[in-house]
């Protein structure tokens, strides 16, 4: 084998293997993510309530300390349809997390509010949160969880820049 061709298949395994690399990270992302949520429920197993899904939380997130929130809003930040959102709100209504309100200047329209109840169910679950963090920093050095967190929150800004979702830095 030449130098060139050497140059070349090094090149040449070195892509294979970071795009190797790129789709690990990915799986890496969506596994971890999946024990997490998995780890929460198992130690709620015990409830009666059922369930929420993260599309939930993260509805629920963002209504925190606004009273101005539409569903099409609500709908847009999540990246999802008006009629899912509203599958998603009901079931939050149902849960005693939201309430509807009217729109404080358009009579047509309906605002959703934080419930106290979902308020206290959030307060819980930063806790829970924060429980679970606090072990992931033993597991690996709050440095390096720090790392994850900047390195997470920055590629979720440039998309931020990319998409009408919005930012989720102050709201998630």
Do not use: F
């Amino acid at each position: 084998m030449t130098p060139a061709s050497l140059t070349s298949t090094s090149a040449s395994a070195a892509r294979t293997a970071d795009d190797d690399n790129a789709d690990e990270l990915v799986i890496l992302l969506i596994r971890t993510v999946k024990a997490i949520v998995e780890r929460l429920r198992a130690e709620r197993a015990d409830q009666a309530s059922p369930p929420m899904t993260v599309v939930h939380g993260l509805a629920a997130r963002y209504l925190v300390g606004r009273d101005d929130v539409t569903a099409v809003e609500l709908a847009r930040y999540l990246g999802i349809t008006k009629q899912s959102t509203s599958e998603v709100v009901t079931a939050l209504e149902h849960a005693g997390i939201v309430r509807r309100a009217p729109h404080p200047t358009d009579r047509r329209a309906r605002v959703l509010l934080l419930s106290d109840a979902g308020a206290k169910k959030l307060a819980d679950g930063r806790e829970r949160w924060k429980e679970l963090e606090d072990d992931w920093a033993a597991l690996v050095g709050r440095d390096q969880l720090d790392v994850v967190r900047s390195a997470l929150a920055a590629y979720l800004d440039a998309e931020g820049d990319r998409h009408v979702t919005g930012d989720c830095s102050s709201s998630c």
